[in-house]
Antibody, heavy 127, light 105 residues
Framework: QITLRESGPSLVKPTQTLTLTCTFSGFSLTTTGAGVAWVRQPPGKALEWLAFIHWDDDKGFSPSLESRLTITKDTAKNQVVLTMTNMDPVDTATYYC???????????????????WGPGTLVTVSS | EIVLTQSPGTLSLSPGQSATLSCRASQRVSSSFLAWYQQKAGQAPRLLISGASSRATGIPDRFSGSGSGTDFTLTISRLEPEDFAVYYCQQYAKSITFGGGTKVE
């Protein structure tokens, strides 16, 4: 059974850097094809994909946020860490860590959908 | 970026009725790389459908997905009380984007 759980601060100040950790079980990021992604959801709004990382260290980022995001994996700890710089109140959202199932093509890379999802962690950006 | 437009924004129905949810893409979604998720209030989303029409494990057969190219549909036949929720589509053909959601109330 695959499970994921997010951890990190619930409150950050504007301009600070957010660091979120996803701790997972039931799969390994050393397994061919395995991947983990981050998705966020502002209160009352739609879902927004942020980033993914795969077993081979292939990474992808939302084009609109790429300059602010970093994603890394620690296979020994079964963890994925997302950092987002220069936080703003509009970044207030529930942040979800998700397991990514993927098809891979040489010509176009990974094509991923998400299952299951972690419970999410609400991050509020406020001074 | 592929923009996904979901309609209607809200669908008001009764248990036992059928629901038809639309997801229209601004560009062709190749290989039917489209998924549907259900989100109940206060919960994380749950995968219903991937590959436009393949039900995820444990999803009842009253949920069905169809479509290709730029037009996709999620149909829920015989709505059960637990089906009243918000539904999102997601494309994973070019990068990853989600639609704005349809609330079934």
């Amino acid at each position: 059974q695959i499970t994921l759980r997010e951890s990190g601060p619930s409150l950050v100040k504007p301009t600070q850097t957010l660091t979120l950790t996803c701790t997972f079980s039931g799969f390994s990021l050393t397994t061919t094809g395995a991947g983990v992604a981050w998705v966020r959801q502002p209160p009352g709004k739609a879902l927004e994909w942020l980033a993914f990382i795969h077993w081979d260290d292939d990474k992808g980022f939302s084009p609109s946020l790429e300059s602010r995001l970093t994603i890394t994996k620690d296979t020994a700890k079964n963890q994925v860490v997302l950092t987002m710089t220069n936080m703003d109140p509009v970044d207030t959202a529930t942040y979800y860590c998700v397991h990514a199932w993927s098809f891979y093509y040489e010509s176009s890379g990974y094509h991923s959908w998400f299952d299951p999802w972690g419970p999410g962690t609400l991050v509020t950006v406020s001074s | 970026e592929i923009v996904l437009t979901q309609s209607p924004g809200t669908l008001s129905l009764s248990p036992g009725q059928s629901a038809t949810l639309s997801c229209r893409a601004s560009q062709r979604v190749s290989s039917s790389f489209l998924a549907w998720y259900q989100q109940k209030a206060g919960q994380a989303p749950r995968l219903l459908i991937s590959g436009a029409s393949s039900r995820a494990t444990g999803i009842p057969d009253r949920f069905s997905g169809s479509g290709s190219g730029t037009d996709f549909t999620l149909t829920i036949s015989r709505l059960e009380p637990e089906d009243f929720a918000v539904y999102y589509c997601q494309q994973y053909a070019k990068s990853i984007t989600f639609g704005g959601g349809t609330k079934v109330e």
